[in-house]
């Protein structure tokens, strides 16, 4: 078990993937901070996940495609007063798309909503953090990406160029934070069973006449663990690169990807 003290901030807390993370670090004795972006879920969120020895999880709602919202989460964060150990910050999901020239204006609003924000987002949270190497007290920063960041995807046109980004942008803090003591790591998702990507699949399966089962291993055939993730094994690994297993880590991509990429 964890010290309580330590306390971790989460964004897109109540989705598919946030949720798994959520519960994993609550078990493991995390206090947590639920970033999203509806009031209501993250409220429910709060208060089903078992709570930490000292405190309480607490949230505060956010639209990290809004700089006003934003700048209003990063006030509310400071006057909270709360010192962070660790973020896992989810920049929202891409759609997938094969318009690799889509017109200026698109190109605007993804970067404002998928790099710009959540990137303003990162620097508020990183400005509550006091590590300390001296003393053995590390901040961790686990940013999750996909595997657009390290393989082009043609459906993906978009998303390939801000996963790059963002993995740019991880190694380029890694290592101006580094000798501070905090760690900054990413984790690229291949295919993850979230609630919305079953749905998914289940549409696809209607439209080919074909079983969930049947369609879900057509879709898995090319992947060599024949399987898309779940997302508790994400948040297996979210919680591995929070630990003392990262000590010694820090501008990293881990793929989880049931070893699609085939890249060295």
């Known amino acids: 078990m964890i010290e309580p ?3 971790i901030l989460v964004t897109g807390a109540t989705g598919g993937i946030g949720s798994a993370v959520c519960a994993r670090l609550a078990e493991a004795g995390y206090s947590l901070i639920l970033a999203a972006r509806n009031t209501d879920r993250l409220q429910s969120a709060c208060v089903a996940l078992p709570a930490p020895a000292r405190g309480s999880h607490c949230w505060i709602a956010v639209d990290m495609a809004s700089d006003a919202s934003v700048a209003t989460f990063g006030s ?3 006057s909270s007063g709360a010192v962070l150990d660790g973020l896992v910050l989810m920049p929202p999901q891409m759609r997938p798309t094969g318009d690799c ?4 204006d698109t190109w605007r ?19 509550t953090m006091r590590p300390d190497p001296a003393q053995d007290r590390r901040a961790k920063i686990v940013i999750v990406s996909a595997i657009t ?18 993995l740019a942008q991880a190694k380029t803090l890694a290592l101006a934070l580094g000798e501070k003591g905090i760690h900054v790591n990413t984790l690229s998702l291949g295919g993850t ?3 919305a990507y079953i749905a998914s699949i289940e549409r696809r399966a209607a439209d080919a006449a074909m079983s969930f089962a049947e369609r879900l291993a057509a879709e898995t055939e ?5 399987k898309y993730g779940r997302p508790e094994e994400v948040a297996l690994a979210v919680e591995v690169l929070l630990s ?5 880590m820090t501008g990293a991509n881990l793929l989880h990807d049931g070893g699609f990429t085939r890249a060295y």
């Open 109 to 127: 609003e993804l970067f404002q909503s998928h790099f710009i924000g959540p990137l303003e987002l990162l620097r508020n949270a990183i400005s």
């Open 5 to 7: 003290k330590r306390t």
């Open 222 to 226: 090319n992947i060599p663990l024949r």
């Open 193 to 195: 069973l979230t609630p």
């Open 101 to 104: 020239q889509p017109p200026a």
């Open 76 to 78: 509310q964060l400071a």
């Open 244 to 248: 003392r297993f990262s000590d010694h």
């Open 149 to 166: 960041s390290v393989q082009a995807l043609g459906n993906y046109a978009t998303s390939n160029v801000l996963r790059c980004a963002w």
